[in-house]
């Protein structure tokens, strides 16, 4: 079975430092991988995605994703952040089997001025 | 082009009663998908159609169903509402079965009181 884990649930950073959100994953089979963002009140927003091709995957807002097969992770990262980043997000697999969605439980991005 | 379009947006429901919630998708996606997010179980899969047919089906019990329309309109409808049953339903559409990226509509806020 398929899974995903964020590895914190709360993370705190200053605007303009950089930000990391851990995510590891379960799969059988090469995966399909994505981060969502959250902000209040709204629905999820796609971050990005990865399918297999560049390991190294680029998207909105400046964030990116680098998957290791090794480590089995799929960590977000962002060079600055910045006030509106403030949100929460899910990292996601796809199951492959069935194409339903497997969230992680989400982590919330704290950044402080 | 227009996003996924959830309604209503807010419902205030008793218990005992029930409820239908609709989705559009973006046009000419055929794949309808729901879930449902709370503080403590946070997003869990709760089924997907595609091309009006039913094609998964996550752990919830028989009283919440769908259904998906010609148009790839989609309705779910939770029968004998209980108290847990609060929260946010979410729609994601998607051009295809599996493994795409979903897009996500700006939820219903389910309240059973």
């Known amino acids: 079975a398929q899974s995903v884990t964020q590895l914190d649930s709360h993370v705190s950073v200053s605007e303009g430092t950089p930000v990391l959100l851990r995510c590891n994953y379960s799969?059988?089979?090469?995966?399909?991988l994505f981060w969502y963002v959250q902000h209040p009140n709204k629905g999820l927003q796609l971050l990005l995605k990865?399918?297999?091709?560049?390991?190294l995957v680029k998207g909105i807002n400046g964030f990116e994703a680098e998957f290791k097969k090794s480590e089995t992770s799929f960590h977000l990262t962002k060079p600055s952040a910045h006030m509106s980043d403030a949100a929460e997000y899910f990292c996601?697999?796809?199951?492959?089997?069935?194409?339903?969605?497997?969230f992680g439980q989400g982590t919330t991005l704290q950044v402080k001025p | 082009k227009a996003g996924v379009t959830q309604t209503p947006r807010y419902l205030i429901k008793t218990r005992g009663q029930q409820v239908t919630l609709s989705c559009s998708p973006i046009?000419?996606?055929?794949?309808v998908s729901w879930y449902q997010q709370t503080p403590g179980q946070g997003l869990q899969f709760l089924f997907e159609?595609?091309?009006?047919?039913?094609?998964n089906k996550g752990n919830f019990p028989g009283r919440f169903s769908g259904r998906q329309f010609s148009n790839s309109r989609s309705e779910m409808n939770v029968s004998t509402l209980e108290l847990g049953d609060s929260a946010l339903y979410l729609c994601?559409?998607?051009?295809?079965?599996?493994?795409?990226?979903?897009?996500f509509g700006q939820g219903t806020r389910l309240t059973v009181v």
């Open positions: 994601a559409s998607s051009s295809m079965w599996g493994g795409t990226e979903a897009f």
């Open positions: 799969s059988s089979y090469s995966p399909s």
């Open positions: 990865y399918t297999s091709a560049a390991t």
């Open positions: 996601v697999v796809s199951d492959s089997n069935t194409g339903k969605l497997i």
């Open positions: 046009s000419g996606h055929r794949s």
């Open positions: 159609y595609f091309s009006e047919t039913q094609r």
